[in-house]
């Protein structure tokens, strides 16, 4: 078979080379590609020069500037707020009444407004073991919120459907108290007698960075202002943190009231507010670093559990004697109100200041709303009755007014 394989391939006519061409037939043949590129390079040149003048004139459309869609105005004012609202949360924070001041308004929401509002739906919800009692904060792209069930708990604000906590976090008891964010740190109270700090930027398994436990339970919510964290507690001090620290944390310094501190601190001006159970409202200077004493103090017909607002000049706190308290906020010493006002009945709701008007709510049911230009003997420019208490504190955003009544519902008014 080898033998056979080999004749056969022995046998097989060789191929002869190509024929060298002859030198003239070359110059003939170079001659006629030069004169063909060349014709091919004018033809090339002279329909880039027809099609950019035809773009330039419009006569030739892209397809993706053809069916590229004009944005929605109202898209971009709410991507503009949008912006402005994380550039203002990662400069001053977010906590309870939205700022330091407490004034509850968020100039930032654009989104929401009276011809769509009624046209809400719940995308998501999830259920903790037992009551929320706290205000959301949200910042950096986290809801952060609390429950009686004793844990922090976590989400991201990208999800749109059956949503779960990126983390959570349990106390050794209830947490009323609602969350503060500022300076990459998310702050909070426990009725196991802690204040927490954790790093904002953990996304799962997150433990406190540092805690401190002061000496009763804390339902005050922390407010950040000025490098500093400030926060009540049912020991009936009032301590302030430094907000720099990370670790094993001490206050720099704490003020003993005569009472139990439910009372959020509110930072204005240069200046702290908070309510005691004793009765008063106390003002300390937001420069006191140590050994900080009030500046002056005012006593109500009974305790303050309200969380004090400022703005426009005026300070304003409802009390449980049943009256929303307005006092000059330039005042530093033996201040008086400016004007009270009896609603009828215990005040736990915080004042809301926005567009030069007062909202806040009473334990008589009430909505009440006054003229924040009022300087004496104020009364409301409306009242709205709902059918049961309101502890809960007004909401304004977008030109609505926003709260919660003890008869279940969620009112929303029109403010313009």
Known sequence: MTDRVGQHIEAMPQPESAPPRHPAARRNLARSIDVFLVRLLLLLGVGCIFFFLAVGINLVKFPSRA??????????????????????T???GAML????????????????????ISHLKLRWSYTTDNEIASSPAVANGIIYVTSYDGKLYAFNTS?????????????GNAIISSPAVANG????????????????SCRSACLPLWSYTTNNVIH????????????????YKLYAFDATCRSACLPLWSYATNGPIGSSPA????????????????????????????????ATGNAIFSSPAVANGLVYVGSEDNKLYAFDATCRSACQPLWSYDTGDIIYSSPTIANDLVYIGSWDHGLYVFNASCRSTCQPLWSYPTDGHIVSSPTVANGLVYIGSYDHKLYTFGIR
Not at 67 to 86: D, E, K, V
Not at 159 to 171: E, V
Not at 185 to 200: C, I, N, P, T
Request: hydrophobic share 35%; proline share 5%.
């Open 67 to 88: 069916i590229t869609p004009t944005l929605n105005p109202q898209y971009l004012i709410a991507t503009a707020a949008a912006r402005a609202y994380a550039l203002n």
């Open 90 to 92: 990662t400069k001053n």
């Open 97 to 116: 009444g939205f700022d330091s001041a407490h004034t509850h308004w968020n100039p930032y929401e654009k989104v929401l407004n009276r011809t769509n």
């Open 159 to 171: 999800c749109r459907s059956t949503c779960q906590p990126l983390w959570s976090y349990t106390t």
């Open 185 to 200: 740190m998310v702050y909070v109270g426990s009725y196991d007698h802690k204040f927490y700090a954790f790093d904002a």
């Open 220 to 235: 005050s919510s922390p407010t950040v202002a000025n490098g500093l964290i400030y926060v009540g507690s049912a020991d």
């Open 267 to 298: 930072v204005a001006n240069g200046l702290i507010y908070v309510g005691s159970e004793d009765n008063k409202l106390y003002v300390f200077d937001a420069t006191c670093r140590s050994v900080c004493k009030p500046l002056w103090s005012y």
